[in-house]
């Protein structure tokens, strides 16, 4: 005999309910949707995780990552996140303006470049655009991330890692070949064909996503192509 199981809830108590409630103000929301059910046989195709909602500063400074990967300039680096986590590791011995001392000896050339930072616990990969070009383009990113796909594959011990979206940055922003900023997975894709396959978080700004759903991981399933082209 078989028993109809309730519907699994969220939150204790009243909580599920006072939850639809909330959401009916104008707060961030991200829907998220799962891309497959969970299978005895677990598929096997490396993939991106992509951490939506997650505080990537907080996760760095518990330890849950042994790399990080961003970008860094040669001329002002104190608003980045790899000035702010030079700051609060108790065990760093970078500050912004050494950071950009460093920026600015590699600066030179017509191809990008990625910048070890050691910071004790976390390793920052910093990814220094070319010093001919104001802003970071997709070729750039494109040809970091197979540097800092060889990079992990040597080095095991930098793994897990973790990158930014580089998408809403000011000093360091990422352009297309129209000069607008791309979307969220073309640098995925970008990511991903480079070799990296660890997880990627999206810009804060992104956690209003809502009504438009994202999925958790990179590659996308086929049925959002399949609806790409008229399917269903």
């Not at 046989?41 to 518990?62: A, F, K, N, S």
């Not at 070890?116 to 920052?124: C, G, I, L, N, R």
């Not at 000093?171 to 791309?182: C, H, K, R, Y």
Request: glycine fraction near 6%; proline fraction near 7%; hydrophobic fraction near 40%.
């Amino acid at each position: 005999m078989t028993s109809q199981l309730n519907q699994s809830r969220i939150y204790d108590g009243e909580g599920d309910r006072l939850m639809e409630e909330h959401l009916q103000e104008d707060v961030d929301r991200i829907i998220l949707l799962p891309d497959a059910r969970p299978s005895k046989t677990p598929d096997p195709t490396p993939r991106q995780r992509i951490m939506w909602g997650q505080h990537l500063l907080e996760d760095l400074l518990v330890g849950r990552y042994r790399s990080l990967v961003c970008a860094v300039n040669a001329h002002d680096n104190s608003h980045g996140i790899i000035a702010q986590l030079a700051t609060l590791l108790p065990t760093s011995q970078w500050d912004a303006p050494s950071i950009t001392t460093i920026a600015k000896q590699f600066s030179g050339g017509d191809k990008v470049k990625v910048l070890k930072y050691d910071m004790d616990t976390v390793e920052v990969l910093a990814l220094l655009r070319p010093a001919n070009r104001q802003q970071m383009t997709l070729s750039d990113l494109a040809q970091g991330f197979k540097i800092v796909s060889d990079m992990i594959r040597a080095r095991t011990d930098r793994l897990p890692s973790a990158s930014v979206s580089f998408l809403g940055a000011r000093s360091n922003a990422l352009v297309d070949q129209g000069g607008q900023e791309p979307s969220f997975e073309t640098v995925l894709r970008i990511m991903y064909e480079s070799g990296y396959t660890g997880d990627v978080y999206p810009a804060p700004a992104m956690w209003s996503a809502a009504p438009t759903a994202v999925y958790a991981r990179y590659p996308f399933p086929p049925s959002l192509e399949a609806m790409r082209h008229g399917g269903s």
